[in-house]
């Protein structure tokens, strides 16, 4: 019995040395960027945090102003990585990227996978519709003979399978700044489903498109922050 404990004690011992060292292994992406001596970020567009410029392919905004602040201070330089919101948790799980700066919302299914900064901004969800449309309420747009584009991949897609019970939802994975605003000032489609703020920035930029938003309730109001690979705790607490 006595030798039956003794070798469960150190199967024990063993299993936590192992775990301890694996959990070890994992959170060195901090050191690992210092060493390098760059971070590798993964950006996708949406205005005013991620805006590639189309004359020099330069990303611009909010978020990418806030990652130069981090790459000052870690001392180290930055590889900007074109993505799509579809792609970015992937591209983080497979070490494509080591920080996420894309204006992603904080949802449980996302940390199920990732880690996530402190929040720094917020938004809400709306629907954007062309100015001459009927459509004023959600429940206008939430008809069978009624498709609704998204972004691929987003916490947009997500909530409008959600709520609206009888529209037709239609992804887009195109890259393009605001590709389902665009999809339905093309008449692809008869409503766009959207944050808030980086549609109503875009239709001030481009005030050729005849879009406008659906003044009903504020929907699903949620946070910002930037993402990264899961087990990453101490780039995570240092960027927090």
């Not at 901090?30 to 945090?49: D, S, V």
């Amino acid at each position: 019995m006595r030798f039956l404990l003794t070798a469960l004690v150190v199967c024990l011992v063993s299993v936590g040395s192992l775990g301890s060292s694996r959990a070890q292994q994992q959170d060195t992406l901090l050191q690992q960027i210092k060493k390098n001596g760059l971070i590798r970020i993964c950006q996708a567009p949406y205005p005013p945090y991620n805006v590639k410029n189309p004359q020099t392919g330069d990303w611009e905004g909010l978020n990418v102003d806030l990652v130069k602040e981090i790459a000052a201070v870690l001392s180290v330089k930055i590889e900007n990585i074109d993505s799509s919101f579809s792609t970015l948790i992937p591209s983080l799980l497979t070490h494509k990227c080591d920080l996420s700066a894309a204006a992603t919302y904080v949802t449980p299914a996302r940390a199920e996978q990732v880690l996530f900064t402190t929040s720094y901004a917020s938004d809400t969800k709306v629907a954007f519709v062309p100015v001459d449309s009927s459509f004023k309420t959600y429940a206008d747009i939430d008809k069978s003979n009624v498709t609704i584009v998204t972004r691929s991949g987003t916490a947009e897609e997500t909530f409008a399978r959600h709520f609206f019970k009888q529209a037709k939802i239609k992804p887009t994975t195109s890259d393009a700044t605001q590709a389902h605003l665009l999809d339905v000032a093309a008449g692809r489609s008869d409503a766009a489903f959207a944050g808030r703020s980086g549609g109503l920035l875009f239709l001030k930029q481009n005030p050729n498109m005849k879009l406008r938003v659906i003044e009903d309730k504020e929907l699903d109001p949620s946070r910002f922050a930037l993402m990264l690979p899961g087990g990453e705790y101490q780039l995570q607490q240092y960027l927090n």
